[in-house]
């Protein structure tokens, strides 16, 4: 297990560390959610759209995803369509 810190300011923000960019494959205007469950905080990057699992099953040299990480893929479409931002 890795830890990492950043600091918040006054204003309630702060600088995600290189390496979680890095590992999440971040890119500015990339969306984050952070997910609560059980008292603990899990941060997950929102940079897929539903089209970039288009063909996801059967394109050669594609990385695999995992049935949970379609499923988030979609309802976050479908959320993004329900409130009109794509």
């Known amino acids: 297990m890795n830890v990492f810190y950043a600091t ?8 995600v ?23 603990e905080v899990t941060l997950k990057a929102k940079n897929k759209r539903l089209t970039d ?3 996801i099953l059967h394109r050669p040299g594609m990385p695999a995803m995992t049935v949970e990480e379609m499923n988030e893929a979609i ?3 479908i959320v993004d ?4 931002r794509e």
Not at 17 to 39: C, F, H, Q, S, T
Not at 81 to 84: F, K, S
């Open 53 to 55: 699992l288009a063909g």
């Open 8 to 15: 918040m300011t006054s204003k309630g923000q702060t600088t």
């Open 75 to 77: 309802g976050e479409a």
């Open 81 to 84: 369509h329900v409130m009109g």
């Open 17 to 39: 560390p290189a390496e979680i960019r890095e590992l999440l494959k971040l890119k500015p205007g990339d969306r984050l959610r952070y997910v609560v469950k059980n008292g």
